[in-house]
């Protein structure tokens, strides 16, 4: 895929390179994969990320992996328009995920979908036959597996012919399972939806479209979830606001791929 991607301009924001794509762009390179069978792994980064990655090698090493690192945050869009790199659009991670639910809906497309909790998965594969009846689910499992259980969670999702792989598990659970396994999988587009599987199953409502383009859906969320979640963002949103003004000082020196793949990391979404 480096050949398509490379087409395409990317921006050095925080250390990274984030592909100026818009959603619709990614969504064709995502059938440019699936005919080929060439991989497209995609990741994603928000600001709770930028800060996060910083000090997570772990996280930090599964972002330069991705194929595709997409901005899936309106204030990293605005913050690359501050620093003379713009970004065209946010490509949110759900919205992808919709996006190429509605490709293998078109197309009878062969998906797995990896994560959540058991009775969350359900209602995930409810809503994909009733929203996508023509994507077909070859395979799912939850995220509640053991590292013992994880060779037999890869010789699943290889053995299903799937077309596309959603996961839903936190960090580093998920980087240490695509690092171990993901060049075994066989699978073209594999991309890491986040909570979006709680939002698809109807467990937890999304920010109204205005929300979004305020870049407020972290303060819908927060009022979901207030005990657990204010201190997060109140926290995270204020560091990034401070490495972008550091950043607007001096530029952060790109990040660099390691060769090693770390066993313990942090949890972040």
């Known amino acids: 895929m480096t050949d398509l991607i490379g087409r395409h301009p990317r921006r050095d924001l925080f250390g990274l390179r984030i592909d100026a794509m818009t959603l619709d762009e990614v969504v064709e390179l995502a059938d440019v994969a699936v005919r080929t069978r060439r991989r497209l792994l995609v990741g994603v980064v928000n600001a709770a990320k930028i800060v996060h990655l910083r000090s997570d090698p772990l996280l930090r090493s599964s972002l330069l992996e991705c194929d595709v690192l997409l901005a899936d945050g309106q204030s990293v869009v605005w913050a690359s328009r501050l620093l003379g790199e713009p970004l065209p659009e946010r490509v949110a991670g759900i919205d992808l995920f919709e996006q190429l639910l509605a490709r293998a809906d078109r197309d009878r497309r062969a998906v797995y979908l990896l994560g959540a909790t058991p009775s969350v ?9 009733t929203r996508w009846p023509g994507a077909r689910v070859v395979g799912s499992r939850d995220g509640y597996f053991d590292a013992s259980q994880s060779g037999e969670v890869a010789a ?7 077309d596309m792989l959603f996961i839903a598990m936190p960090s580093p659970k998920k980087e240490i399972f695509l690092g171990t396994y993901g060049a075994t999988l066989g699978v073209p587009v594999m991309h890491g939806v986040g909570g979006s599987f709680d939002v698809i199953g109807g467990l937890t409502r999304r ?17 979901q979830e207030p005990g657990r979640l204010w201190r997060r963002y109140l926290t995270t949103n204020t560091a990034f606001m401070v490495l972008l003004l550091r950043e607007r000082v001096r530029r952060t020196t790109p990040y660099v791929p390691t060769s090693t ?9």
Not at 121 to 129: C, G, Q, S, Y
Not at 207 to 221: D, K, N, S
Not at 261 to 269: L, S, V, Y
């Open 121 to 129: 998965l359900d209602a995930v594969e409810t809503a994909v036959d």
């Open 156 to 162: 699943s999702i290889a053995a299903s012919g799937a």
């Open 261 to 269: 793949t770390a066993k313990e990391g942090t949890a972040h979404e």
């Open 207 to 223: 920010a109204p479209a205005r929300w979004q383009r305020w870049g407020l859906e972290w303060l819908y969320r927060v009022l």
